[in-house]
C-alpha cells in the first residue's frame, strides 16, 4: 500500500491543523492506520492509532485532548485533527499502516508495515 500525507503548514500556538493521509494500493479497510511524528535527532514516536473500523483508538499522553484520529473508509484516508498545538509539537509526522488488528495501546515503529513521506507541522510561539 503507498500512502501519502498532506496539511503540515505553518500555524501559531493554540491554532489547529489538520493532517490527512490517503492511501492506495491495498484494501485500505483492513489496515490499521497511525501517526508518528519524528525530530531531527531523535527516534520516531507514537503520537495515535485506529483500528480498521474507527471504533478503537490510543493517543500518546502528549497529544491526549488535543489531536484526535479519524478514518474514512470510503475514502482510504485517515487524519489527525491537531487543536490547541503548541510549539512542542513542531517536527515532521508520518503515516504509517499495519495490516495486523489493532489491539489498543500504544505502537512501535516497527510494527508499522508501511510509511507516508512526512508532513512538516511548524507551531510559532
Known amino acids: 500500500v503507498q500512502l501519502q500525507a498532506s496539511g503540515g503548514g505553518l500555524v501559531q500556538a493554540g491554532g489547529s491543523l489538520r493532517l490527512s493521509c490517503a492511501a492506495s494500493g491495498g484494501t485500505f479497510s483492513r489496515y490499521t492506520m497511525a501517526w508518528f511524528r519524528q525530530a531531527p535527532g531523535t527516534e520516531r514516536g507514537f503520537v495515535a492509532a485506529?483500528?480498521?473500523?474507527?471504533?478503537?483508538?490510543d493517543y500518546a499522553d502528549s497529544v491526549k485532548g488535543r489531536f484526535t484520529i479519524s478514518r474514512d473508509n470510503a475514502k482510504n484516508t485517515v487524519y489527525l485533527q491537531m487543536n490547541s498545538l503548541k510549539p512542542e509539537d513542531t517536527t515532521v509526522y508520518y503515516c504509517?499502516?499495519?495490516?495486523?488488528?489493532?489491539?489498543?495501546?500504544?505502537?512501535?515503529?516497527?510494527?508499522?508495515?508501511?510509511w507516508g513521506q512526512g508532513t512538516l507541522v511548524t507551531v510559532s510561539s
Open positions: 485506529i483500528s480498521w473500523s474507527g471504533g478503537r483508538t
Open positions: 504509517a499502516a499495519d495490516s495486523r488488528p489493532y489491539l489498543g495501546g500504544w505502537l512501535s515503529p516497527g510494527n508499522m508495515n508501511y
